[in-house]
Nanobody, 125 residues
Framework: EVQLVESGGGFVQAGGSLRLSCAVS????????IGWFRQAPGKEREGLAC????????YYADSVKGRFTISSDNAKNTVYLQMNSLKPEDTAVYYC??????????????????WGQGTQVTVSS
């Protein structure tokens, strides 16, 4: 059974940093991508960043480029999202998701096959 479990969320003041983790288990696929997404109250879920298992290529949404960094530790089956210079508008539930055998690399929600339960990030002003 494929499972993705997020951790590392919490409360932080504006300008601060957090590192989210996505622990992946139950994978038997030879190629996949892991993406990070978020959903704020009353807003649609948006893609933030993704990383390919094949060559660790990455892709970022413009809204987080330069502030957020995605990385992976294959030995630990974990993907991280380092978030710096956090703003109150970054407050949301953050999710990781897996796309199996991706053709390219992207953040369109329908591409992703498995999702975690999410972790809350709250940034105070």
């Amino acid at each position: 059974e494929v499972q993705l479990v997020e951790s590392g969320g919490g409360f932080v003041q504006a300008g601060g940093s957090l590192r989210l983790s996505c622990a992946v288990s139950g994978f038997t696929f030879d190629a996949y991508a892991i993406g990070w997404f978020r959903q704020a109250p009353g807003k649609e879920r948006e893609g933030l960043a993704c990383i390919s298992s094949h060559d660790e290529s990455t892709y970022y949404a413009d809204s987080v480029k330069g502030r957020f960094t995605i990385s992976s530790d294959n030995a630990k089956n974990t993907v991280y999202l380092q978030m710096n210079s956090l703003k109150p508008e970054d407050t949301a539930v953050y999710y990781c998701a897996a796309e199996i055998r991706p053709i390219g690399i992207g953040l369109a929600l329908p591409l992703y096959d498995y999702w975690g339960q999410g972790t809350q990030v709250t940034v105070s002003s």
